[in-house]
């Protein structure tokens, strides 16, 4: 399977490594003609505004958009949740997103870097093994949820771990945790559901 990987700022080279080494044939992601024949995309974590305007800058707002469209399945992390999400507070007026997942998000509402955490979630519902080690870096918070959205994970009280039919949103940083299971849950339950129901 060719997972791309948007590589215009952020944790890309991390999340690149990671489904390279479960098998994913990865594409690092800066130009419009990288989305072509992608089964799967990541927006890594990074700064969701910088990105905004990267994205214009690259032409690929407007193709990535058609994809997402489309149904492409997309795995977004902190920023990249941001950039999937319907509704964004303490947005920038120039700042773009998506509108993959019907949800509304708090930018930065955990505070700045040095408010940055690591907490134990709760994972069972996606893969077994215990706790999973979620890393939150200035991390977005999960203020609304909309009908069509499952919410995956949870963490005293608010979801960190959000799907809606292909797109998935995470607030924090599986990529940094030495822990592969979210990947590994995207790659088989995701993105090979998705390639067979497809060739079915």
């Known amino acids: 399977m060719k997972l791309g990987v948007l590589a215009l700022q952020g944790a890309f080279r991390e999340h690149a490594e990671v489904f390279g080494g479960l098998g994913a044939d ?4 800066r130009r419009p003609e990288h989305l072509d024949a992608l ?3 990541v927006l890594p974590g990074g700064e969701s505004t910088t990105m905004s305007k990267l994205l214009v800058t690259s032409g690929l707002l407007e193709p990535l958009q058609r994809r997402l469209s489309d149904g492409l399945a997309v795995l977004g992390t902190c920023a990249g949740l941001i950039l999937l999400a319907s509704g964004v507070g303490g947005a920038r007026p120039d700042q773009r997103w998506y509108s993959a997942i019907d949800v509304t998000v708090d930018r930065n509402a955990y505070g700045r870097q040095l408010d940055s955490f690591e907490a134990d979630l709760d994972i069972t519902a996606l893969a077994p093994g215990g706790p999973f080690p979620g890393v939150f870096i200035r991390a977005p918070v999960i203020t609304s949820v909309g009908p069509q959205v499952t919410v995956l994970v949870t963490h005293e009280g608010l979801a960190v771990a959000v799907r809606q039919g ?3 949103g995470l607030t924090f940083h599986p990529e940094l945790s030495g822990d592969q299971r979210i990947h590994q849950w995207f790659l088989r339950e995701v993105v090979q559901d998705d390639l067979s129901r497809r060739t079915a």
């Open 39 to 41: 089964d799967a995309l």
């Open 26 to 29: 990865v594409v690092e992601v």
């Open 166 to 168: 292909r797109a998935v």
